[in-house]
């Protein structure tokens, strides 16, 4: 199985397709500034559950993140996750800077 994984700026989302699926297989929602990239949602078809298809957007929308220099908040629980299993991205992850008065 192949999975093709693509931005879909106009709708706010990557998108995983599968060879020989007519229909998305799976996506991740974000919502997206010039120095951060949120993931809030991500759902696969239940018929690729299991099958990478989340792992293959959580890979590619990272890899893009990081070439765009851009940090990134998981708010969805699968990134969570995934980040948590794959160190090689927790570099990635926003850190809120506290701010230190006088």
């Known amino acids: 199985m192949t999975v093709k994984v693509i931005d879909v700026p106009e709708a706010h989302r990557y998108e995983a397709t599968v060879d020989g699926w007519s229909e998305v297989a799976g996506f991740s929602q974000y919502i997206r500034t010039s120095e951060l990239i949120a993931f809030v949602h991500t759902e696969v078809d ?3 559950a299991g099958r990478g298809v989340g ?18 908040l998981a708010v ?22 506290s701010k230190v008065s006088d």
Request: aromatic share 14%; with cysteine.
């Open 46 to 48: 239940p018929e690729f």
């Open 55 to 72: 792992s293959a957007l959580a890979r590619a929308s990272l890899d893009e993140a990081r070439a765009a220099g851009l940090s990134v």
């Open 76 to 97: 969805c629980p699968f990134y969570t996750g995934w980040i948590g299993r794959h160190p090689e991205y927790a570099d990635l992850l926003y850190q809120a800077r």
